[in-house]
C-alpha cells in the first residue's frame, strides 16, 4: 500500500467540534496557535529531535501534558481532530509552559505521510474509539494498512501501546498486530495486559471505563 493511496481518501467519522468554547478555550487557541503543527514544521521537527512520541487521539491530554511534563528530553506529538479536546490541552500547554510537544490539529493518518521513516520512538493510542458494530468496522483506525504505514515511520524496537476496554477491539488489536510479522507483542505475565504500564497515566476513558465495571486492557507491541 502507497502512502499517498491510504490518505488520499480516507474519511473521518468522528467528531470536530462539541459544545462551544468557553473563553477560556478560545483563548488557549489564541494564545496557543504557535504549538499547532503546520506541514512545512514537520522536516524541522524531525531533524530536531531524537526521541518523538506521537500520542494519537489525546482528549483531555491527562497523558500527554503529563508525560510531557516529566521526560522534558523526549519530544511529544499530540494528534487529535477534536476542537474542544485540542483547545484544552493547549491551555494546559500554556500553564505548564511545555516546550517539548507540539499538536496536531487532525486526523493523524494525514500527518504520517509527512514523518520520515524511523524517526518515532513511541506511540500511544488510549481508548480509541471502537465502532462496535460490523458495518462500522472499517471505521476503526486500526487496519492493516494503518499497522503498514506506523511500522514505517517508527524506529526498530520502537513500541506502540494500545489500550481498551473494549472486548470486540482487544481481540480485533491482537488479531491485527499478530498478523503482522514486524511487530511482536511485548508479554510475560498477564500482568502485562492487565495493568497501566508505567508510563502511561489515567487518562478520563480510563476512569470512565473503570467506573463502569469494565476491565481496560493494555497492548504494547514492538517493532522488530
Ligand atoms: C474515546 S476518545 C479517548 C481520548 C483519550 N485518549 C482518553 O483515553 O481519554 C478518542 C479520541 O480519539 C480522537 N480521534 C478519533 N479518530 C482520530 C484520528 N483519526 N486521529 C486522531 N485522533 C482521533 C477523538 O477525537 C477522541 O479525542
Known sequence: MNINNFTENLQFYGRRKGRKLSNSGQSAIRDGKDYLIKEEDIPNIFL????????????DGENLINSAKINPNFF???????????AKCLGKILQYKLKNIAIWPD????????????????????????????KHKN????????????????KYNGTITIAT???LLKKWVLEKFQSH?????????SKDWRLRPNDCF???????????????????????
Open 107 to 134: 486526523d493523524v493518518r494525514k500527518i504520517l505521510k509527512f514523518i520520515p521513516n524511523n524517526s518515532i520512538s513511541e506511540i500511544k493510542l488510549l481508548f480509541p474509539d471502537p465502532w462496535p458494530k460490523k
Open 181 to 189: 510479522i514486524d511487530f511482536e507483542w511485548v508479554v510475560e505475565t
Open 165 to 167: 476496554d473494549h472486548d
Open 76 to 86: 511529544y506529538i499530540g494528534a487529535d481532530p477534536f476542537l474542544n479536546a485540542i
Open 139 to 154: 471505521r476503526r483506525l486500526i487496519q492493516n494498512e494503518f499497522i503498514k504505514i506506523i511500522n514505517s515511520v517508527m
Open 48 to 59: 530536531n529531535q531524537k526521541y518523538i512520541v506521537l500520542e494519537i487521539g489525546f482528549g
Open 202 to 224: 489515567q487518562t478520563k476513558y480510563e476512569l470512565k471505563s473503570i467506573n463502569q465495571q469494565r476491565k481496560p486492557s493494555w497492548f504494547i507491541f514492538k517493532k522488530q
